[in-house]
């Protein structure tokens, strides 16, 4: 690894200015896996560009309809937020599960994003919760909704030459709820994720959503599953028909691999714990 300068811009304006003229550059965000690709040589770079003096990307604001989070908020300040516990424990369950304090204190969301692993914790979060991605660059600004961003990720994935810059959630009142399956020896990386969204009325389900992690190249959304379960009673969600089916979809996602066995059932449970987690924050779950 042969870094000629690491650069540190006050702005976001700025920021971008120095990503258009250093071409050979990447950003550094919290660097937990940047700097373990560049020393494994897995990139290359000449100009490491550090975000972490620029404050207009660690706001955390409450925009009426919408939460907005800067791309670099640390999962310890995502974790600790009073407006994230309010509106979306999926996100507060996610970041208290991402590694240890010390990666917690460092790694961002946007860095996690970005880096777009398949078992990158908050993504699965982001597709149920209704996610939206603003980048910037110089010669303009691009928004795409989660989903759209990881279903086309070779033509939409970030450019070269923009900054990710802020993630917004619309308030949707509904219960939300992440868990991962780790590595005991590998704490900040998920074996098996799942992240679920719920909105009920008069105990029937409206609207759910389920997100996976680890079972494919990107983090994705079952839209099956939301179909079966719309206007039934809450406890349907956890019934064998649901689960039976999000194991077939695993299973059909990485049915050429050697984990599929253990993924296919150990999806259940991952699946079952974010659902309870959901419920039991919104005080639904009947004992």
């Known amino acids: 690894m042969t870094i000629n300068e690491m650069l540190h811009p006050q702005s976001l304006e700025e920021s971008k200015e120095m990503l258009e003229s250093y071409k050979s550059s990447k950003i550094l965000a919290g660097g937990t896996d940047l700097v373990l690709d560049l020393r494994r040589g897995k990139i290359e770079a000449d100009y490491l560009i550090n975000l972490n003096k620029v404050k207009e990307l660690k706001n955390i604001e409450d925009r009426e309809e919408f939460i907005s989070i800067g791309s670099m908020v640390t999962f310890t300040e995502l974790k600790e937020n009073p407006l994230i516990k309010k509106h979306f424990s999926a996100l507060v369950d996610a970041a208290s599960a991402m590694g240890s304090p010390q990666i917690r204190n460092i790694a961002t969301i946007g860095g996690n994003i970005v880096n777009a692993a398949p078992a990158a914790d908050i993504i699965p979060c982001l597709l149920c919760l209704g996610g939206t991605l603003n980048f910037e660059s110089k010669s303009g600004k691009r928004t795409l909704n989660c989903i759209e961003y990881f279903n086309s990720y070779s033509q939409e994935g970030i450019k070269g030459n923009e900054i990710l810059t802020e993630i917004i959630l619309p308030k949707t009142n509904g219960l939300s709820g992440f868990y991962k399956l780790g590595k005991r020896n ?12 719920i909105n009920i009325l008069e105990s029937k389900i409206q609207v759910f959503k389920v997100a996976l992690g680890a079972v494919g190249r ?26 039976n089916q999000i194991s077939d979809v695993v299973c059909e996602s990485i049915k050429n691999r050697k984990t599929m066995p253990f993924k296919r ?23």
């Open 265 to 287: 059932e150990a999806v259940k449970g991952v699946y079952k714990e974010a659902v309870l987690r959901a419920l039991i924050c919104g005080g639904n779950l009947n004992e």
């Open 186 to 197: 590998a704490l900040a990386i998920s074996r098996l994720s799942a992240a679920v969204n």
């Open 218 to 243: 990107y983090p994705f959304l079952l839209e099956e599953i939301e179909k079966l379960v719309i206007n039934k009673e809450i406890n349907y969600i956890l019934q064998e028909d649901v689960t």
